[in-house]
């Protein structure tokens, strides 16, 4: 037969106390350094609750948005605007360009089967919004009379 040599493993943990020593290092160092890199980062960062940096008026100023959007600014007195001033404020962004299905100004075919629902549908659609086109093409400020002027100027420059 073969003498096979075995090695003995040996460790550096030789009693159960040792163990029980290696065991709570290894949960509480990694706790301990995450918890000093958090006070090395933050400074120690105190908030004062009562302060002015945690009042309403503070908080809602961090939270506002950092830019607003106008669908659309006219020097007219709202209610006045003609058809044309309306499309050329309101309605060109999407139907001068066809955007998300809208049918573009001038295109007689896109126009036809709407018109065939009706001018008043048309009208209709144009005040409540269909599919991705908003109410009054996304400018509350329009009146209804407006907005069924864009309407008959945009049907009209697609005859």
């Not at 995450?34 to 302060?51: N, R, S, Y």
């Not at 044309?84 to 309101?90: F, M, P, R, Y």
Request: aromatic fraction near 2%; hydrophobic fraction near 45%; glycine fraction near 10%.
């Amino acid at each position: 037969m073969t003498d096979v040599h075995v090695e003995e493993h040996s460790t550096p943990i030789q009693t159960p106390k040792q163990l029980v020593i290696v065991v709570v290092l290894a949960f509480l160092v990694p706790i301990l350094l995450i918890v000093m890199i958090t006070q090395m980062v933050t400074g120690g960062l105190k908030v004062d609750v009562g302060g002015h940096a945690m009042s309403e008026d503070a908080i809602a100023q961090r939270l506002k948005p950092v830019g607003e959007i106008a669908l659309a600014e006219t020097g007219s007195t709202p209610g006045t605007r003609s058809g044309e001033e309306v499309v050329k404020t309101v309605c060109q962004a999407c139907h001068g360009a066809g955007l998300i299905g809208a049918p573009k100004i001038g295109d007689k075919a896109a126009w036809q089967p709407r018109l065939a629902q009706g001018l008043s549908a048309l009208h209709t659609h144009a005040l409540r919004g269909i599919r991705a086109m908003p109410a009054k093409g996304g400018n509350p400020s329009l009146s209804d009379a407006e907005v069924n002027a864009a309407v008959d100027y945009m049907l009209n420059q697609s005859k």
